[in-house]
C-alpha cells in the first residue's frame, strides 16, 4: 500500500467525499464484474445516471449536494484522463455511470493472549499464585469489542438501450467519524482507484 493510502486509511473521515471511494483493506483494490460478451469498444460516451448518488442501510449518511458533485467531478476527471467524453444527456449516453453507497454496522471482536506469570518465588520465581506450579507459559485471554460502521461504494456502467449494468466495481471501507476537509488530490485518487481497470480490455 503506498503512502496516499496509508494517510487515507488512517484519517478517513465520516463526512468526506473521499472516503466514499476509497476502501482501507490490505489489498485495496476494488471487486470487478462485468458482461463477458458486451463490446466496451463502442462506448465513447458517458452520463450519470440520472438517480445516481444514493445512499442507504442502516446508518445512511447525509451527504450534501456539494459533496455529491465532488465525487461526479473526480469521476468524470478520472473517465475523461481515460479516453472518454462525459456528456449531460443520457441520449448521447453510450454509458449510464451510477454510484451507490451502503453502509451498515458492524461489531469486531478481537481476542489477544497476554502473558501471566504469576507470582514469583526464590530464584526460580514465575509460578502461578494458585496452583503455585511453574507458569511462565500461562497466559491470559483478553477479549476486545469494537463497532463500526462499513461503507460499500458501488458503481454501475448501465447499457441505456439494454436498461442492464454491464460493468460493476464494489469497493468496502471502514468509516471512522473523524472530519475531514477534502483535497482535490485525495478524491481524484480515489476516484482513480474505484474504476478500476474500466474498461476491461
Known amino acids: 500500500m503506498n503512502a496516499t493510502l496509508k494517510r487515507l486509511c488512517t484519517s478517513i473521515p465520516l463526512f468526506s467525499a473521499a472516503l466514499l471511494m476509497v476502501a482501507c483493506s490490505t489489498t485495496p483494490k476494488p471487486s470487478i464484474d462485468f458482461k ?87 530464584r526460580y520465581g514465575g509460578y502461578n499464585r494458585y496452583s503455585m506450579y511453574n507458569c511462565w507459559n500461562c497466559s491470559n485471554t483478553e477479549v476486545s469489542v469494537s463497532n463500526y460502521t462499513e461503507g460499500t461504494f458501488i458503481i454501475d456502467m448501465i447499457d441505456p438501450k439494454l436498461g442492464k449494468s454491464v460493468w460493476r466495481s464494489v469497493t468496502q471501507s471502514k468509516l471512522k467519524g473523524k472530519k475531514h476537509e477534502d483535497e482535490p488530490g485525495e478524491i481524484n485518487e480515489a476516484a482513480a482507484l474505484v474504476l478500476g481497470t474500466f474498461p476491461p480490455l
Request: net charge negative; aromatic share 12%; hydrophobic share 30%.
Open 36 to 122: 463477458q460478451d458486451y463490446d466496451f469498444s463502442k462506448a465513447r460516451k458517458i452520463s450519470f445516471y440520472d438517480r445516481s448518488g444514493q445512499v442507504s442501510g442502516d446508518n445512511p449518511l447525509q451527504l450534501s449536494d456539494f459533496q455529491k458533485e465532488r465525487i461526479d467531478d473526480a469521476l468524470a476527471l478520472e473517465l475523461r484522463n481515460r479516453g472518454f467524453e462525459v456528456v449531460d444527456s443520457d441520449a448521447e449516453a453510450d454509458l449510464l455511470l451510477s454510484w451507490h453507497l451502503g453502509t451498515q454496522h458492524k461489531t469486531d471482536v478481537r481476542t489477544y493472549e497476554t502473558p501471566s506469570y504469576g507470582m514469583g518465588y526464590g
